[in-house]
């Protein structure tokens, strides 16, 4: 062992101080290190949801006007409007010779669109045959169809709609009567008879809301997994609504999820309550 001079040991003295003042304590790092496995979280945000009934039906018009000349006899000379045309009152749709030579104009008595012609250049028209154009009074339609009985207490008059028709694509539309009529009046060409799906919005609820995947189904009841000073805590919730991946939570023991709660965005079965976890942001994974 070698041996120091006496007036060295003061500096040796204060270069160990200076050693171990450098080295931070076991206890530190352990605090500020947390254990366990590393888990995805997320805040709990709030997020609205809307009450759909969705109803099943049949598009047909609502006032069908059935234009033919007013006299017998008369021959299409000249056809000025089709199948599928939007017309205003007023507008010429053909014109008919008279037997004693002339002519005479058909006029839509209507604004809407055609339906069907049965008008054809050479062929008879009578005021007692089949109409030569049979139109759409307003271009306005109606999906008549089937509501679950459950959902007729939700439906009230004007509420709106949102309607997929096969060949035309969505449009809009509202509740005429509980039966239930939905008025449609629209540009687009609409096959009558044609089907349609509509989805009418009851009603909204505004509240917290975690991602599908947060919530655990257990033995316990339903569950949500949250993060507190780096450890697991089971809640119990009640679920509302849900939509586009999210359910709202509308309670809970303890006040079930609170905004702004830091939940675990998959929620797993191997997670028990107190287990240390190392709470890793959706952001950082890029979510």
Request: hydrophobic letters at 40%.
């Amino acid at each position: 062992m070698p041996t120091f001079p006496p007036s060295h040991l003061p500096a040796l003295l204060l270069a160990g101080l200076l050693t171990l003042a450098a080295q931070p304590s076991r206890a530190d790092d352990t605090e500020a290190a947390p254990k366990g496995a590393a888990v995805t979280v997320l805040k709990a945000t709030k997020s609205c949801f809307a009450n759909i009934v969705e109803v099943t039906g049949t598009i047909i018009p609502r006032e069908e006007t059935q234009v033919r000349p007013e006299r017998i006899g008369l021959k299409v000379a000249e056809v000025l409007a089709d199948a599928g045309d939007s017309v205003s009152a007023g507008q010429v749709l053909a014109r008919l010779t008279l037997p004693e030579g002339g002519s005479v104009a058909v006029q839509a008595p209507v604004a809407g669109t055609i339906a069907a012609t049965t008008a054809a250049i050479g062929a008879t028209a009578s005021g007692k045959g089949e109409p030569l154009f049979s139109i759409i009074a307003r271009s306005e339609y109606d999906l008549v169809g089937l509501v679950p009985t459950r959902d007729i207490a939700k439906l009230q008059g004007n509420q709106t709609a949102r309607i997929k028709i096969i060949g035309a694509g969505d449009v809009d539309g509202k509740v005429r009567r509980i039966q239930v009529f939905i008025g449609i009046t629209t540009t687009r060409r609409l096959l009558v008879n044609s089907s349609g799906r509509a989805q009418i919005k009851t009603g909204q609820s505004c509240g917290v809301a975690v991602p599908l995947t947060a919530i655990l189904y257990s033995t316990a009841g339903t569950v949500v997994q949250v993060v507190r000073h780096n450890r697991i805590e089971t809640r119990r919730v009640e679920t509302g609504l849900m939509s586009a991946g999210q359910v709202e939570i509308t309670g809970g023991a303890t006040g079930g999820i609170q905004e702004g709660d830091i939940v675990v965005a998959r929620a797993g079965a191997l997670l028990r309550e107190g287990d240390p976890v190392r709470p890793v942001t959706a952001s950082a994974e890029g979510k």
